[in-house]
């Protein structure tokens, strides 16, 4: 009953982030909210890289690729989507309507009081969005290690 519970709060609390609210979760509750609400990408456990913990995530027409970054203890430190660039307005629409803009290509949110950058580059034949936190900037304005 507890675990009906807990699945149901996890829906409705990411159901209006589109599942790109990840970072801080674990790895477990990662997967229960792509096999909720994405059933049409594929977990690919198949490929491993000793350097980085991830999950990675493939559409079933092969128009989509999810990468979400876990640190050592399984928790999400970031994410990434690669998409085709025939899905690039539609992409564009869902950022304007779920995330504050900022500059060109940016947007941001917070969550937990945490800033969170979301950034979108564009090439040839597909584009990258990219969610990480916000890097702390010194009294320079020059980036520091958050």
Not at 28 to 53: A, F, K, T, W, Y
Not at 102 to 112: A, D
Request: proline content about 1%; hydrophobic content about 35%.
């Amino acid at each position: 009953m507890k675990r009906i519970l807990l699945l149901t709060l996890l829906f409705f609390c990411f159901l209006s982030l589109k599942s790109q609210g990840f970072i801080g979760l674990h790895e477990r509750d990662i997967m229960q909210v792509m096999n909720m609400e994405h059933p049409g990408l594929v977990l690919q456990s198949d490929i491993r890289n000793s350097s980085v913990r991830y999950l990675k995530y493939l559409s079933k027409d092969n128009q989509e690729t999810w990468v979400i970054f876990l640190d050592e203890n399984g928790i999400c430190k970031g994410a990434r989507i690669t998409c085709a660039n025939s899905r690039y307005d539609s992409r564009i629409r869902e950022l304007n309507e779920l995330y504050q803009p900022g500059e060109l290509n940016m947007w941001s949110y917070t969550k937990k009081s945490e800033r969170i950058d979301i950034s979108l580059k564009r090439d040839d034949y597909f584009f990258t969005v990219t969610w990480e936190r916000a890097r702390k900037r010194g009294k320079s304005g020059n980036d520091r290690a958050a």
